[in-house]
């Protein structure tokens, strides 16, 4: 088996990365946007429960036969869709800012 000797090597001190000022933006930035998109979902579906189970909001008729319950659930769905969509566009934007980052410290932007 052939073995490429001239291939070169980038070693990247992750430690440095991390004490960036960009990196620590960065890892503000998506924490942020993780906690809110985790937040409006879970409220969105505990909510469901809550209001089948002690009220009666969701019972009545909203559109011919159909209770709130069926629209809220689907209403579900769609946002379950929705969120998935948006997390993908901003992981995305993510990892184009983590790539720049990188850059960044390649050129000397984490080297003490």
């Known amino acids: 088996m052939a073995t490429n000797n001239n291939a070169k090597v980038d070693i990247i001190d992750?430690?440095?990365i991390a004490e960036?000022?960009?990196f620590k933006a960065l890892v503000k930035r998506k924490n942020g946007f993780?906690?809110?998109i985790t937040?409006?979902?879970l409220i969105a579906?505990?909510?469901l429960p809550i209001l089948t189970s002690y009220t009666k909001i969701l019972h009545q008729p909203m559109i011919g036969d159909i209770t709130g319950v069926w629209?809220?659930?689907?209403g579900l769905f769609v946002m379950t869709w929705g969120l998935c969509h948006l997390y993908v566009a901003k992981a995305n934007s993510y990892d184009k800012a983590a790539q720049a980052i990188i850059e960044e410290y390649k050129q000397g932007g984490g080297r003490v």
């Open 71 to 74: 629209i809220y659930s689907a």
């Open 14 to 16: 992750y430690d440095a």
């Open 20 to 22: 960036l000022p960009s």
């Open 34 to 36: 993780l906690w809110s």
């Open 39 to 41: 937040a409006i979902f």
């Open 45 to 47: 579906y505990i909510t």
